[in-house]
T-cell receptor
């Protein structure tokens, strides 16, 4: 049973370009979370999605960032017009249908570098 | 979710047990204690979780005090590969947004 998959593992973008980060949850998991880890800082929650629904986006920057989890295919974190401050590691986690205990399993992350 | 307090760092000798403390004095009755670790900027790895009872799995043991205000993660036989930042996180049973603190940097030495 494959774990959470993220691609690309490394992404280099120039300022003003768009970055698309993909996350395929574990088989049978219908909940996806995105977290960001800035250099030398801790992990911060960004957004929580279920299939075709955004449940909580309280950690998402107000502009340029968006996320989706379509009925088919991976979850996408999209960053428009990237700036140097977006350089970070972006981690995706997934969990099964919620029934009390919720254990999130993380992917290996995407390292975004903005030049 | 309740906040947690962990020591910033710990050293442990290879082969010895590592005991990682965590205080969560404001924990509510429906909140779980979760432990994750992050090895050198890899994705966080789930270790163990518990509500009231002590728990054990193939990775570690979790001891929760009777009043639930603190807990201890025990790595029974630390290896060099256990060097990581360990996070103690309290999570409500709603939908489980994880709030990572600074964690404890554990260094296992030969």
């Amino acid at each position: 049973n494959a774990g959470v998959m993220q691609n690309p593992r490394h992404l280099v973008r120039r300022r003003g370009q768009e970055a698309r980060l993909r996350c395929s949850p574990m088989k049978g998991h219908s909940h996806v979370y995105w977290y960001r880890q800035l250099p030398e800082e801790g992990l911060k929650f960004m957004v929580y999605l279920q299939k075709e629904n955004i449940i909580d986006e309280s950690g998402m920057p107000k502009e340029r960032f968006s996320a989706e989890f379509p009925k088919e295919g991976p979850s996408i974190l999209r960053i428009q017009q990237v700036v140097r401050g977006d350089s970070a590691a972006y981690f995706c986690a997934s969990s099964p249908i919620h029934q009390g205990e919720i254990t999130q399993y993380f992917g290996p992350g995407t390292r975004l570098l903005v030049l | 979710d309740a906040k947690t307090t962990q020591p910033p760092s710990m050293d442990c000798a290879e082969g010895r047990a590592a005991n990682l403390p965590c205080n969560h004095s404001t924990i509510s009755g429906n909140e779980y204690v979760y432990w994750y670790r992050q090895i050198h900027s890899q994705g966080p790895q789930y270790i163990i979780h518990g509500l009231k009872n002590n728990e054990t799995n193939e990775m570690a043991s979790l001891i929760i005090t009777e009043d639930r205000k603190s807990s201890t993660l025990i790595l029974p036989h630390a290896t060099l590969r256990d060097t990581a930042v360990y996070y103690c996180i309290v999570v409500a049973d709603s939908w489980g947004k994880l709030q990572f603190g600074a964690g404890t940097q554990v260094v296992v030495t030969p």
